[in-house]
């Protein structure tokens, strides 16, 4: 995701942590759930991609 056009500028990744501490002061963490899926990229290449979701509680 990290090559694709739309992400050289103004753009953000993030890992759990990061998105945890961005709302941390408004937010409690209930849940983080780690996903992963196989998908075919745009070269006909098998790649798993992992993902997370996560619910917040406001405080």
Known sequence: M????????NF???????VHSLF??????INSH???ENVVSKN???VERVFYTLTFQSI
Do not use: A, I, M, W
Not at 2 to 9: N, R, S, Y
Not at 24 to 29: E, G, P, R, T, V
């Open 2 to 9: 990290e090559k694709l056009p739309f992400t050289q500028e």
């Open 44 to 46: 006909g290449d098998n």
């Open 24 to 29: 941390s002061h408004s937010f409690k963490l």
């Open 12 to 18: 953000n990744l993030y890992d759990v942590s990061q």
């Open 34 to 36: 780690e996903q992963r």
